[in-house]
């Protein structure tokens, strides 16, 4: 396993990650979920994230009860606030007060004393971005968040929001969390330039577009019993005839190089210095292994130029 800084923190973090959206806590057996975790730390995976809204809660207590048995300097560990997490109207968003009850909330979920990473889960329009900020300073001075990061920031609201901080001295941003695929590349416009400007490093979700990209499917009308676009409707709408023959095309490119197809797309995404990490979902242990055999590989200007051109097709 190769390491990156988390932007131009001194935070080191493995460049496959694991993350718990829509598996821990949630349609994945726990015990398939716990052996997940553990295949992942043992194979030098040193990064976890979470989120409080995933599952209500549930995808917090089981990543923390299975790190639990292992150091806890040896590993990374972040989650987010922002989302809906009751009925009353300061049960969501990024106000001081919903910040502070769902940090402390979180850490009882994780067995935890502090988070290595606490994300705003999103932009909140609603809330002062100097409250907010200062909230999160606050949790840092008190030694419960260590280091502050965005999810699907807008480049313009990072940059006030390193503006605020630097007028104000109050903790900045090191982090942001994006989607980012092959098939979803709109971070490369406008929020990695800035982000190699500023030093937020971009850990990204769905590097492999929740399983298109594994090559797993044919068809569209051959979706695999049991895989997430089966389950989810949003995620079937996702998989079309044209990106699964480009998938295709992809594998060919990867055979050559004797990578499977998912290997090749998080390398492919590696090749961003700007990216941090890659943050892998996996139900099963062997799908960790087969990921975290990205880590470290170097597409050649060749091989580059091909995928776009598949890509662009």
């Known amino acids: ?61 089981l990543l923390g009860e299975t790190l639990r048995a292992f150091p806890r300097e040896s590993y ?14 300061n049960d ?3 106000s001081r007060k919903h910040i502070m009850e769902q940090c402390h909330a979180s850490l009882n979920r994780l067995g935890a004393d502090y988070v290595d990473l606490y994300y705003c889960h999103r932009h909140d329009p609603n809330t002062p971005m100097d ?15 260590l280091y502050v990061g965005v999810s699907e920031w807008t480049a313009a609201q990072m940059v006030e929001a390193h503006a605020i901080a630097d007028r104000y001295l109050l903790d900045r941003i090191v982090a ?15 929020v990695i ?20 990209l ?43 190089l004797e990578l499977t197809v998912g290997q090749l797309a998080l390398a492919w995404i590696l090749r961003q210095p700007n990216v941090s990490s890659a943050l892998v979902g996996a139900s099963r242990p062997e799908q960790v292994e087969e990921n975290v055999k990205a880590s470290g590989i170097k597409l050649s200007a060749d091989s ?3 995928i776009e051109q598949i890509l662009g097709a």
């Open 131 to 145: 409250e907010t900020l200062r909230a999160l300073s606050d949790l840092v001075r008190q030694g419960k968040v």
């Open 193 to 212: 330039p800035y982000g190699e400007r500023s030093g937020i490093g971009q850990v990204v979700f769905s590097p492999l577009a929740q399983g298109l």
């Open 1 to 61: 396993m190769q390491f990156r800084h988390l932007g131009k923190s001194g935070l080191k973090v493995s460049e496959i990650s694991l993350g718990s959206w829509l598996t821990y806590g949630g349609y994945v057996e726990r015990d398939h979920a716990v052996k997940a975790i553990q295949s992942a730390y043992g194979l030098g995976v040193n990064f976890f994230d979470t989120a409080n809204v995933y599952e209500r809660g549930e995808a917090e207590k």
């Open 92 to 94: 969501r968003g990024l």
């Open 214 to 256: 594994t090559g797993k499917y044919s068809s569209v009308s051959d979706i695999p019993e049991g895989s997430r676009a089966a389950k989810l409707e949003g995620m079937r709408k996702g998989v079309t005839e044209e990106k699964i023959a480009k998938v295709i095309e992809l594998s060919r490119v990867a055979k050559e």
């Open 304 to 306: 580059l130029a091909r």
């Open 76 to 89: 990374v560990l972040a989650t987010k606030v922002f989302g809906e997490m009751g009925e009353g109207p």
């Open 176 to 190: 942001n969390q994006p989607i980012y695929n092959m098939f979803n590349r709109y971070i490369e416009k406008e």
